[in-house]
């Protein structure tokens, strides 16, 4: 077990935890949850109306449900937080000792999640740059892979972790009211294992996608490119400039898969803040002006950024997606209509 290497810096402490913080971090993992199980529902129905889904789409789910898992975790560490009766120098003194169970429990299981969330919008970003332009079925053996890496990857990392006994209370540096790597570790350890256990995969996870991304736009614009050249002189019937068009528009393109990793970059990216700042600080030991303040105020956005992350795919995949939005929407509806109808026809039977 480690021991605490190094004297715990006072403005490091969890004091900087206040109510508005717990609020941020309950209403957005519950807004989550719900959210997740929304998704889930809309995909059922169109599941169940008969259209087909891609493996993006099945992909979305494995994202959904690891992200679900998450704040879930995120609810349990804020429960544990307010329950704990410890105080600050309480705290610090207990690096002697054996860290809490329920602390390690939750952190295993964010940081397992986590991980696991990052892997998958990276594996979405690029299977939709590995098969642009190509109607290949899906393969078994391809999805076993991704399975395997998504969550084989952060299980191995996780588990690595907990037999290392660097999982406990981190004071809240780098994490909002919620438990994750143990401010009792030396900074260099500590250091180390925020990148390996969550944040290193959370910055790759920001460039590769973005690489994926702008790949599959530079693509796009030389496929279309070389078409015009290939059509100047050429007449086109309308059949022919239908297919064109139809591959110039299939699913692979949809920009809200682009916008769930805009999306994650733009709540994540507060915490991301607040590990790169506090790992400056613990390594230089400068006194970084105004880091407390600035701080405390990225750790409101932190507190809702990171627990928020299903309620934007539900929000990208069934309220601002038309399609599921009216399978919804019909499905409300035609329960409303039933309700009403039961009592006035008895001998007839309502059809939705």
């Not at 053996?141 to 299980?155: A, D, E, M, R």
């Not at 588990?159 to 909002?176: I, P, R």
């Not at 990216?269 to 590990?275: A, L, N």
């Amino acid at each position: 077990m480690y021991k605490m290497g190094n004297k715990t810096d006072p403005g490091d402490l969890i004091d900087k935890i206040n109510m508005l913080d717990i609020v941020l971090t309950l209403a957005g993992a519950s807004l989550s949850i719900v959210g997740a199980f929304v998704l889930f529902f809309a995909h059922y129905l169109r599941h169940k109306s008969g259209k087909p889904t891609n493996e993006v789409r099945q992909f979305l789910i494995f994202l959904t449900i690891a992200d679900m898992f998450n704040a879930l975790g995120l609810l349990y560490g804020v429960a544990n937080f307010l329950n704990s009766e410890d105080s600050t120098d309480e705290k610090v003194a207990a690096c002697h000792r054996h860290e809490e169970l329920g602390c390690i429990a939750q952190s295993y299981m964010t940081t397992l999640f986590g991980m696991s969330s990052f892997f998958w919008t990276t594996i979405i970003a690029f299977h939709l740059f590995w098969t642009y332009e190509e109607n290949s079925p899906s393969s078994i053996k391809k999805t076993i892979l991704y399975h395997v890496i998504n969550w084989g990857i952060p299980f191995a990392i996780t588990t690595a972790a907990v037999s290392k006994n660097v999982l406990g209370s981190d004071l809240s540096v780098g994490s909002g009211a919620w438990c994750w790597i143990s401010a009792c570790l030396p900074h260099y350890d500590r250091t180390l294992w925020m990148t390996i256990s969550l944040k290193g995969w959370e910055i790759l996870m920001y460039f590769s996608c973005c690489a994926f991304y702008l790949l599959i736009k530079w693509r796009k614009i030389k496929i279309r490119r070389h078409r015009r050249k290939m059509n100047i002189g050429l007449s086109l019937s309308p059949s022919q400039t239908a297919v064109q068009s139809d591959v110039e528009t299939k699913p692979h393109e949809d920009i809200r898969f682009l916008l769930l990793w805009l999306f994650e970059v733009s709540l994540r990216i507060f915490g991301t803040v607040r590990y790169l700042t506090a790992a400056v600080k613990r390594h230089t030991a400068k006194d970084l002006k105004d880091y407390n303040s600035v701080d405390k105020v990225l750790l409101h956005f932190q507190s809702f950024g990171d627990s928020a992350q299903a309620l934007c795919s539900c929000l990208l995949f069934c309220i601002f997606d038309k399609e599921m939005r009216n399978l919804l929407k019909d499905k409300i509806v035609c329960n409303h209509k039933r309700s009403e109808k039961r009592p006035l026809l008895t001998r007839q039977t309502t059809v939705c």
